[in-house]
């Protein structure tokens, strides 16, 4: 958990930023972006505003001031804002998936430092920036997953300026859980003498640490196009830079450009780009209605994979999973887990319903056949099915889990993502952490995570969402389990595995009754 996070609520933060600079008001104005080309003002959808000049209010404060909480001109969360005179520290980019085009970036007060950086989302603003652009923005204060952003209701390009040199710090200050990174997110920084301890953390991150040091440090791929980097396990830097960032419970340095990494292995005139591969790929689609496989929809290196949006038919796929509510409270939607009969990797998928059209048979079981009309959604990380029509055609057995172990599965193995949405079976484990807590609410819901005797490193967690286990309650740090079966899941950047049911769980004779 960040240091702060009990002085933190989640929301959207608005932001106006003037040479570090921002000014603090209550009016509720609205805002707009000024065209650099033209210097007209613009609103979100680009018309000009009627009084065609800035909606600033009141003084300027600094982004350290927004940033820093024993600040005494720390303005209240949600307060209108104006900051002016900033840089923008990284290219445009879409804040996520479901961005119509890109609307968020970062800005750094020229001086740099703790508490220099932070984040702008600028949702239906018209964006023409580049690093080294000067900026002033208007909006509002606020917090999105502990995460201090600017949503911004104005953008206005006033020049053109230096980024401050990346501040130094130790790779143990910044890395998740030391309260000293809170100082540095949305900064520019620099970490020395590294070494790519874990390759693959998924999405394109790895891992770095320091010789002689066990702490790790998340290097993220958020703008990996510009840096043109395929991490490989022992790879050498003098220096990794970047801004830190804070997203998914974990901070992660962000380089923005192939010179963020200093290696005197490496070069980046000769680097070939290598993007990231996104869980599914866009393609082309095929007819509307035409009948896919699971599999081309979760494997991306098929010739044939289909991507998110088409819209298409699965059918005869068996039901693996009881139906159970997912989403936030007061608005959970239905949803469960489905397989292609056959089996097999890739051949699991999560279904979500969130239409009230569709309608989910109260009686839907494991081992009911379904034909589904829909189209498939890559949510942070995990592919979702949502159906737009959904029938029972029949019944059969359930697909046998397939046998894997912790290692094949867990968060940053490179075949866990062949397993989303499967079967799967454990045989021989036991729990190494008995409360594993909600990376959200930092609640205990009975999540624990498992281990191999083979193999005490690589780590499982077990979650708790479906089956509602007994063995929740009673859950012991080196409990034996004979057999552990369910779905496998991923949230939270996470892969877990989902009992489905308490018969899903089997301890070992060992295991005393409790």
């Given at each position: 958990?960040?240091?702060?996070?009990?002085?933190?609520?989640?929301?959207?933060?608005?932001?106006?930023?003037?040479?570090?600079?921002?000014?603090?008001?209550?009016?509720?104005?609205?805002?707009?972006?000024?065209?650099?080309?033209?210097?007209?003002?613009?609103?979100?959808?680009?018309?000009?505003?009627?009084?065609?000049?800035?909606?600033?209010?009141?003084?300027?404060?600094?982004?350290?001031?927004?940033?820093?909480?024993?600040?005494?001109?720390?303005?209240?969360?949600?307060?209108?804002?104006?900051?002016?005179?900033?840089?923008?520290?990284?290219?445009?980019?879409?804040?996520?998936?479901?961005?119509?085009?890109?609307?968020?970036?970062?800005?750094?007060?020229?001086?740099?430092?703790?508490?220099?950086?932070?984040?702008?989302?600028?949702?239906?603003?018209?964006?023409?920036?580049?690093?080294?652009?000067?900026?002033?923005?208007?909006?509002?204060?606020?917090?999105?997953?502990?995460?201090?952003?600017?949503?911004?209701?104005?953008?206005?390009?006033?020049?053109?300026?230096?980024?401050?040199?990346?501040?130094?710090v130790p790779l143990a200050d910044i890395?998740?859980?030391?309260?000293?990174?809170?100082?540095?997110?949305?900064?520019?920084?620099?970490?020395?003498?590294?070494?790519?301890?874990?390759?693959?953390?998924?999405?394109?991150?790895?891992?770095?640490?320091?010789?002689?040091?066990?702490?790790?440090?998340?290097?993220?791929?958020?703008?990996?196009?510009?840096?043109?980097?395929?991490?490989?396990?022992?790879?050498?830097?003098?220096?990794?830079?970047?801004?830190?960032?804070?997203?998914?419970?974990?901070?992660?340095?962000?380089?923005?450009?192939?010179?963020?990494?200093?290696?005197?292995?490496?070069?980046?005139?000769?680097?070939?780009?290598?993007?990231?591969?996104?869980?599914?790929?866009?393609?082309?689609?095929?007819?509307?209605?035409?009948?896919?496989?699971?599999?081309?929809?979760?494997?991306?290196?098929?010739?044939?994979?289909?991507?998110?949006?088409?819209?298409?038919?699965?059918?005869?796929?068996v039901v693996t999973s009881p139906v159970?509510?997912?989403?936030?409270?007061?608005?959970?939607?239905?949803?469960?887990?489905?397989?292609?009969?056959?089996?097999?990797?890739?051949?699991?998928?999560?279904?979500?319903?969130?239409?009230?059209?569709?309608?989910?048979?109260?009686?839907?079981?494991?081992?009911?056949?379904?034909?589904?009309?829909?189209?498939?959604?890559?949510?942070?990380?995990?592919?979702?099915?949502?159906?737009?029509?959904?029938?029972?055609?029949?019944?059969?057995?359930?697909?046998?889990?397939?046998?894997?172990?912790?290692?094949?599965?867990?968060?940053?193995?490179?075949?866990?993502?062949?397993?989303?949405?499967?079967?799967?079976?454990?045989?021989?484990?036991?729990?190494?952490?008995?409360?594993?807590?909600?990376?959200?609410?930092?609640?205990?819901?009975?999540?624990?995570?498992?281990?191999?005797?083979?193999?005490?490193?690589?780590?499982?967690?077990?979650?708790?969402?479906?089956?509602?286990?007994?063995?929740?309650?009673?859950?012991?740090?080196?409990?034996?389990?004979?057999?552990?079966?369910?779905?496998?899941?991923?949230?939270?950047?996470?892969?877990?595995?989902?009992?489905?049911?308490?018969?899903?769980?089997?301890?070992?004779?060992?295991?005393?009754?409790?």
């Amino acid at each position: 958990m960040k240091p702060i996070d009990l002085m933190k609520s989640f929301g959207w933060l608005i932001l106006g930023v003037s040479l570090g600079l921002v000014s603090v008001g209550c009016d509720g104005r609205g805002g707009a972006v000024v065209d650099p080309g033209t210097g007209n003002p613009q609103t979100p959808g680009g018309g000009q505003t009627p009084d065609g000049g800035n909606k600033t209010t009141g003084p300027a404060i600094r982004i350290q001031d927004i940033q820093d909480l024993t600040s005494p001109q720390h303005p209240a969360e949600n307060s209108e804002v104006f900051v002016s005179g900033v840089i923008v520290s990284t290219v445009v980019d879409k804040a996520s998936t479901k961005s119509a085009k890109p609307d968020s970036f970062f800005v750094t007060a020229p001086e740099g430092g703790k508490y220099s950086g932070v984040y702008i989302y600028a949702k239906g603003l018209v964006l023409d920036l580049a690093p080294g652009d000067v900026v002033d923005i208007s909006g509002n204060t606020a917090e999105y997953y502990a995460n201090t952003q600017i949503v911004a209701t104005q953008v206005t390009k006033t020049g053109t300026g230096s980024l401050p040199a990346p501040a130094v710090v130790p790779l143990a200050d910044i890395r998740t859980g030391n309260s000293l990174a809170e100082e540095y997110e949305g900064c520019l920084v620099r970490i020395e003498n590294v070494v790519v301890s874990t390759a693959d953390l998924l999405h394109g991150d790895y891992g770095v640490k320091q010789a002689g040091s066990d702490e790790e440090m998340i290097i993220g791929s958020r703008y990996g196009a510009r840096v043109q980097y395929k991490p490989a396990k022992g790879d050498t830097f003098t220096s990794i830079s970047g801004v830190l960032d804070y997203s998914f419970e974990n901070f992660r340095i962000q380089p923005t450009q192939c010179q963020d990494l200093a290696s005197p292995t490496r070069s980046c005139a000769s680097t070939p780009a290598t993007p990231v591969t996104p869980a599914t790929p866009v393609t082309g689609c095929p007819a509307d209605g035409t009948s896919v496989q699971i599999a081309q929809l979760q494997d991306a290196s098929r010739a044939d994979t289909v991507g998110p949006s088409c819209k298409v038919k699965l059918d005869r796929v068996v039901v693996t999973s009881p139906v159970f509510q997912t989403g936030s409270k007061g608005k959970e939607k239905p949803a469960f887990f489905a397989q292609a009969a056959k089996g097999g990797p890739w051949t699991g998928i999560f279904v979500y319903v969130p239409s009230a059209s569709v309608t989910v048979p109260a009686d839907l079981k494991p081992g009911q056949l379904l034909t589904m009309e829909g189209s498939t959604k890559d949510y942070y990380g995990k592919l979702e099915f949502i159906p737009t029509s959904l029938a029972v055609v029949g019944e059969g057995p359930v697909p046998a889990p397939i046998e894997v172990t912790p290692a094949q599965v867990r968060t940053g193995s490179p075949t866990a993502r062949s397993y989303e949405g499967m079967l799967v079976q454990l045989t021989d484990v036991k729990v190494q952490t008995a409360n594993v807590l909600d990376p959200k609410t930092k609640k205990d819901l009975g999540q624990f995570s498992v281990v191999s005797a083979e193999d005490a490193v690589s780590e499982l967690i077990v979650g708790n969402q479906i089956g509602k286990l007994d063995y929740a309650s009673r859950r012991t740090q080196g409990d034996e389990i004979s057999t552990l079966s369910g779905v496998m899941d991923y949230s939270f950047s996470e892969y877990r595995l989902e009992p489905r049911s308490n018969e899903d769980l089997k301890l070992s004779d060992q295991v005393p009754p409790r």
